[in-house]
Nanobody, 126 residues
Framework: VQLQASGGGLVQSGGFLTLSCTHA????????MGWFRQASGKEREAVSC????????FYVDSVKGRFDISRDTAANTVTLQMSSLKPEDTAVYYC????????????????????WGKGTQVTVSS
């Protein structure tokens, strides 16, 4: 499974960015898809996850109401729409896949995800 994230960039505070991630390889339609981020000098944190069936979602408190995750299972794509961006959103953003049984056990945490893409940098200037 190969994951490719895109859409990062430099934006002013209050701005908008859309991240996309496409995966190639064996069918993963049942997998959970997630976005994580790691700011310089900080640990990686979960941002948002979306499962395969009913597309139920998880958001970390700091992005609720500002970020929106969606997926197109047929296109093997997950998208993260980010609005009202803040300087503290600056980080490298990673997309990842989790088998459903791992997600049921660990939730939207790095431990559940065993396929990771290369990150894309998001920088929000004040």
């Amino acid at each position: 499974v190969q994951l490719q994230a895109s859409g990062g960039g430099l934006v002013q505070s209050g701005g908008f960015l859309t991240l996309s991630c496409t995966h190639a390889g064996p069918p993963t339609s049942r997998f959970v898809m997630g976005w994580f981020r790691q700011a310089s000098g900080k640990e990686r944190e979960a941002v948002s996850c979306i499962n395969a069936g009913e597309h139920s979602t998880f958001y970390v408190d700091s992005v609720k109401g500002r970020f929106d995750i969606s997926r197109d299972t047929a296109a093997n794509t997950v998208t993260l729409q980010m609005s009202s961006l803040k300087p503290e959103d600056t980080a490298v953003y990673y997309c990842a896949l989790a088998p459903p049984h791992y997600y049921r056990q660990y939730g939207c945490q790095s431990t559940a995800f065993n396929y990771w893409g290369k990150g894309t940098q998001v920088t929000v200037s004040s």
